[in-house]
């Protein structure tokens, strides 16, 4: 056996168990839920081939136009918020001065918190009658002189409550991946941009900005795809209301597999899941790919 | 010597393995911890009766159980007896899963004195697939406190809203942000007052009927009036629950698990009971929710099953063991002279004999529509047209089927 023939066995070795655990845990479900989507799929019984009538089924159903644009919203709205925090936050807990490695440690503290509990607690936070957010919202004068203030009423308001929530939980893991792509910037650079005279505002804008190119790009691709796959959240706070405006994608293909043991075109919808979420990464990448 | 101990061994060992060879086990899935002291008394009574047969209680949480029932249905996993919640049973007969039980049913001398509408539940195409095990039964609690006597009807009613609305008081709540909630202590009131969620055979939905949206009009209007809270279009079970239990709220729809809850709240509430009541009063309704209990055919005892629910539907099980605990019995033959039912439970057990459940396989997919209809109602909008536009919705998933 040539040296070369022996290393490649040995490689193939050391892979092996990774492959094995993606087959098992995501290439046969994937090729499962493929193949479920093209099949009613009863409980007991045998499926039965009905090519794309699941989709068909699915791109007819009101609900289903319902929660995408409710989820396109939702993320359309949630990621700046948690971007522009975390940029906030990474900016500030960058410098040198005394106490960030406390701050950054205040601000991280959240995302070691379940997402369940975290949604309990600002659930709880915001209740109408014990709420400390709703007692301090109506301190400056929200909910009007009657002071009945409830953020569940409209969709808007609710999913902008969710939002905090998860601003405040998730911006310190998108914070902590920003610093390390702002600790990776060489110091030669703001030195450059201070001899030319530039104010801090243009030293973000022209260099910090662009050099963190790949960081943003980490952050955002993140935070997307677990927008579009939103679940949790509005499962325990909202439970998709009221009248279902803060229905999510991901809530709905539960409901129709799991509530309403539609499996086929539960199936459907995961697979539909899939390729929204491919075609904004593969987006997001080539975007943020141009000018590396 | 060596050849007598060995034969002892032998022996010992031989007995040993038989006797856990023939012990049979029955596994039993529930959804409620009330299950627990039901396998314990079975056991006991198996145990007495030197029978060989041991329950094994695997308790899931209510939110779970469904989707794992289905899973372990689904994969063929042996389940001898399982607690179903009562809504779902349609859907489990209609595809197949539970095994017949209607000759044992009609055998039993209780048989016409099991709760009529659990036991319609639990039949599909002219057979019993389950029997009535555990009834959660609603009503309006209220506060003596703030609400010395109850209404009779729904003009009283609205009078008295009034009279609170007047004080700058809140009379009453309800859950619209809760599905469940909603057609366990809403529903109730439009049936009593000749209102219906779908058809008898479950075929057509009829919630835009003129006594369901009287009903709604009621609700709405004491809204309008100021005695109900103004958020009440997105409070949950909990919210209106809380508010009752503070004393800011004098009359709640609950269910019997109630009359334990306010036990311990003396201070601020004095708590009674009444049913839910038509228009003219002279109707009463509830919600009976709770379990039936059925066998799935992926059981490996089927003998033992029944033997098992007949201890469960036995005096011994709804008296001893349900009752004891607070249950309401679901035969009606055990409410007279039943030692654990107090007044309250009265109140709720006489419900039980009017009240209904509806009919249908596609149930958890209905309470979507119901859901929207009950939210947009209680922030306002138009009676008559949200029910037209939910129950649209609510047929063409009927007609889809499961």
């Known amino acids: 056996m040539t040296r070369l023939r022996k290393e490649q066995t040995v490689g193939l070795l050391m892979v092996l168990p990774a492959l094995l655990l993606l087959t098992v845990f995501f290439l046969y479900p994937l090729g499962n839920s493929f193949w479920m989507s093209f099949h009613k799929w009863p409980l007991f019984g045998k499926p039965k081939w009905v090519g794309l009538d699941n989709y068909i089924y699915m791109f007819q159903d009101e609900r289903f136009w319902e929660s995408l644009k409710f989820t396109f919203v939702y993320t359309l709205t949630v990621t700046p918020m948690l971007f522009i925090v975390a940029l906030g936050t990474a900016l500030l807990c960058n410098s040198k001065a005394w106490g960030t490695t406390f701050f950054r440690s205040i601000y991280f503290l959240p995302v070691v918190m379940s997402f369940a509990t975290a949604s309990y607690v600002w659930l709880w936070l915001y209740s109408e009658m014990y709420g400390v957010i709703i007692f301090a919202l109506e301190f400056f004068g929200f909910g009007g002189e009657k002071k009945n203030l409830n953020v569940w009423k409209t969709g808007t308001s609710s999913m902008w409550a969710v939002n905090a ?53 980490l952050a955002l691709i993140l935070s997307i795809a677990g927008s579009i796959q939103a679940y949790e959240q509005f499962v325990i706070m909202t439970r998709g209301g009221p009248s279902n405006s803060t229905k999510t ?32 990464t593969v987006v997001q990448l080539r975007l943020f790919r141009k000018n590396y | 010597m060596k050849l007598l101990i060995k ?16 012990s049979e086990e029955l596994i039993v899935w529930s959804r409620g911890g009330w299950s627990d002291w039901i396998v314990e008394g079975f056991n006991k009574k198996m145990a007495d009766e030197g029978k060989d047969i041991v329950a094994i209680n695997n308790l899931i949480g209510h939110a779970d159980f469904q989707v794992k029932f289905t899973a372990a249905l689904s994969a063929g996993e042996r389940v001898d007896v399982a607690n179903i919640d009562l809504i779902n049973v349609p859907y489990y007969a209609a595809i197949g899963a539970l095994e017949d039980m209607t000759d044992f049913l009609k055998s039993q001398p209780y048989y016409d004195k ?117 958020n009440v279009a997105v409070w949950d079970w909990p919210d209106k629950q809380d508010a009752f ?26 708590a009674a009971f009444t049913a839910f009541m038509g228009k003219d009063g ?22 033992a099953a029944l033997e098992y629910i007949k201890y469960v539907l036995s005096e011994a099980g709804q008296i001893e063991v ?81």
């Not at chain 2, 002892?8 to 006797?19: C, D, M, Q, Y």
């Not at chain 2, 049936?191 to 009903?215: L, M, Q, R, Y």
């Not at chain 2, 002279?282 to 003998?303: E, H, M, Q, W, Y």
């Open chain 1, 165 to 217: 929530m998860v601003t405040w939980k998730f911006s310190g893991i998108q914070m902590i991946i920003l610093i390390a792509g702002l600790q990776a910037i060489r110091d030669d650079f703001y030195e450059a941009s201070k001899l030319m005279g530039a104010s801090l505002w243009q030293t973000i804008w022209h260099v910090t900005l662009p050099l963190l190119r790949p960081s943003i790009a």
């Open chain 1, 249 to 280: 994608l991901v809530m709905h293909t539960v409901d129709m597999g799991f509530d309403y043991f539609k499996l086929g075109p539960a199936a459907a919808l995961g697979v539909i899941i899939m390729i929204i979420l491919f075609v904004l």
């Open chain 2, 7 to 22: 034969f002892f061994l032998i022996t010992f060992t031989l007995v040993s393995v038989t006797k856990t060879s023939f």
């Open chain 2, 114 to 230: 099991l709760n009529g509408p659990m036991l319609a539940l639990g039949s599909y195409d002219g057979a019993h697939f389950a029997a009535p095990n555990a009834a959660d039964v609603s009503g309006y609690v209220y506060n003596k406190k703030l609400m010395p006597t109850p209404p009779k009807n729904w003009a009283e009613m609205t009078s008295m809203c009034e009279d609170f609305a007047a004080k700058g008081q809140l009379m009453i709540a309800w859950p619209s942000k809760s599905y469940g909630g909603m057609i366990f202590t809403g529903m109730p009131v439009a049936w009593a007052n000749g209102g219906s969620f779908v058809s008898k055979d479950g075929k057509t939905a009829e919630i835009n009927g003129p006594k369901t949206a009287e009903w709604f009009s009621h609700y709405q209007n004491m809204q309008n009036i100021g005695c109900v809270p103004e």
């Open chain 2, 245 to 270: 239990l503070a004393g800011d709220v004098a009359m709640i729809g609950t269910g019997n698990f109630m009359i334990n809850a306010v036990k311990d709240h003396s201070e601020k509430v004095d």
């Open chain 2, 282 to 303: 002279t109707k009463n309704s509830a919600f009976i929710g709770g379990d039936l209990i059925a066998i799935p055919v992926t059981t490996g005892a089927k003998d």
């Open chain 2, 322 to 402: 349900y009752t004891k605990n607070g249950g309401i019995p679901i035969r009606s033959d055990l409410f007279d002279g039943n030692p654990y039912l107090t007044d309250a439970h009265m109140v709720f057990a006489n419900a039980s004999t009017v009240g209904d459940v509806p009919y249908t396989t596609v149930y958890q997919e209905l309470m979507d529509p119901w859901l929207v209809a009950n939210q947009r109602i209680f922030s306002g909008e138009d009676v008559q047209t949200v029910l037209d536009e939910q129950n649209a919705i609510m047929q063409k998933i009927i007609d889809a089927g499961h």
